[in-house]
């Protein structure tokens, strides 16, 4: 069918081929394709502006990985209240708060995987990974379970408790484990 005219024409009465035609819409689909849309751009700004206006802390790494939890906690609190749902998002928000070797490492990881394709799990996976590995989780895990109030005074095992407990919610998974434990 290439090449053969139509019975239309292009408005100044000239014949249209068949193959002309495709062309034609083949680049004006590609020509759509490439422009986003403006109310997309608008919304990408106002996003980032949601998330900014609260001056979210930076995260520069280093080797307290308390401090990496608490960052992370925050920053998924800032992603919930504005409402930023979309995974790459997500992904993106919190990686541009990331400073110094922080951000040296997200670049380790961003030249060794398809982040494009990277889920807000598999982010934090990695970033815990990173900043508070699995053998120092394992070893408040069991310092929980040796845990006995000795010395301490009652607030003091009871904060201690509290503290190690987060770390260890397979093993109290709910208020009635925690009190079952806590005695």
């Excluded at 979210?56 to 960052?71: D, M, Q």
Aim: include cysteine; charged fraction near 30%.
């Amino acid at each position: 069918m290439d090449g053969q005219t139509r019975n239309c024409n292009n408005g100044n009465g000239d014949r249209v081929s068949d193959g002309d035609v495709a062309r034609i819409i083949c680049a004006i689909a590609n020509r759509v394709g490439n422009i986003p849309p403006q109310n997309q751009d608008k919304n990408k700004f106002e996003m980032i502006a949601k998330f900014e206006k609260p001056h979210p802390h930076k995260f520069l790494g280093g080797s307290n990985p308390y401090e990496a939890k608490v960052w992370l906690r925050q920053i998924k609190k800032l992603l919930n209240t504005s409402d930023i749902r979309n995974e790459l998002d997500r992904v993106t928000m919190t990686a541009f708060q990331m400073e110094g070797v922080a951000d040296h490492w997200w670049e380790m990881i961003r030249s060794t995987r398809q982040v494009e394709t990277l889920t807000w799990r598999q982010f934090e996976d990695l970033f815990m990974e990173k900043y508070f590995p699995n053998s120092l989780r394992q070893e408040i895990i069991q310092e929980f379970l040796r845990l006995k109030q000795g010395k301490m005074s009652v607030t003091q095992y009871a904060n201690r408790f509290e503290a190690l407990s987060r770390y260890a919610s397979a093993i109290v998974a709910n208020e009635e484990d925690k009190v079952r434990r806590f005695e």
